[in-house]
């Protein structure tokens, strides 16, 4: 099996001023571990992409949270992959479950805003999450699958690669409920046999596959021992500079 190198990527939501986000970004600039050890990834709000941009230590990245999949129009509110591009972002979320339930984000957007990402060479960080009945009523493997399948269409097996997959059970989201480090392994797993059937092994076995849910400090490194999980996407733990370190730090020990 290829090394996967691990990912911590913090998802601000809207969340921090441009004081608290300078703060942030200076507390943790020098310390997080080397980009060839750890990808460290601060998913910011649009308008503070650019500020921290500016200021982002060498071993530090940043991402937006949401783009429309077109190059530009009369879209008020929105912004474009280009924007996001010129801004000087590496990434960008895309299906982000806050953005599927508040804002009718479907697989088939998921889908258009995957294949604008790779167009303006942003690295996908593609979120796909059951819902509590979902997981319930036995269909989680199928609601993942049916998620996949729509955001790789029209997708190629060396984009395949580069994209970042967070599951992220819905219901585990800012709740204080995480899944089990065994769960989440289990459900990851399936997420890769589904990559494998679309792409084969080779796609599967060095496409990074992250959770994400009630991630905290002291959760991570049980987490992060499970085979198939290669990072967390962080949301309310990772506003602290403090805690993005010990996230960082313990993806920097994983085996
Ligand atoms: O994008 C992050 C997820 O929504 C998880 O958020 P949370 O860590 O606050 O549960």
Redesign the pocket.
């Known amino acids: 099996m290829s090394k996967r190198i691990p990912v911590i990527a913090a998802?601000w939501?809207m969340y921090k001023t441009k004081d608290e986000a300078l703060a942030f970004i200076f507390a943790v600039n020098e310390k997080v571990p080397a980009r060839t050890e750890v990808e460290s990834i601060i998913c910011a709000p649009s308008i503070l992409l650019n500020l921290l941009v500016k200021r982002e230590g060498e071993n530090l990245r940043i991402g937006a949270q949401n783009m429309h999949y077109l190059d530009e129009g009369a879209y008020t509110g929105e912004n474009s992959p280009l924007q996001v591009k010129s801004a000087g972002a590496e990434y960008i979320?895309i299906g982000?479950?806050?953005r599927r339930s508040y804002y009718n984000e479907t697989d088939e957007t998921v889908n258009l805003k995957m294949v604008a990402a790779f167009k303006h060479e942003l690295t996908p960080i593609l979120?796909v999450g059951e819902v509590l009945s979902e997981r319930e009523s036995g269909a989680t493997k199928a609601v993942l699958d049916q998620q996949l399948e729509k955001a790789f269409l029209n997708i190629s097996a060396e984009q395949a690669l580069n994209t970042i997959i967070?599951y992220?059970p819905v219901w585990?989201?800012?709740?204080g409920k995480t899944a089990t480090p065994q769960m989440a392994n289990e459900t990851i797993k399936d997420v890769r046999a589904k990559v494998a059937a679309l792409y084969g092994n080779e796609v599967a076995d060095g496409i990074r596959i992250l959770y994400?849910?009630?991630?905290k400090p002291d959760n991570i490194k049980v987490l992060l021992e499970e085979s198939d999980i290669d990072g967390a996407?962080?949301?309310?733990?990772?506003l602290d500079p403090n805690n993005f370190l010990v996230f960082t730090e313990a993806a920097s020990n994983k085996k």
Not at 233 to 238: S, T, Y
């Open positions: 998802n939501k979320l982000h479950s806050e979120c967070a992220e585990a989201i800012g709740t994400g849910g009630s991630v996407l962080i949301g309310g733990a990772a």
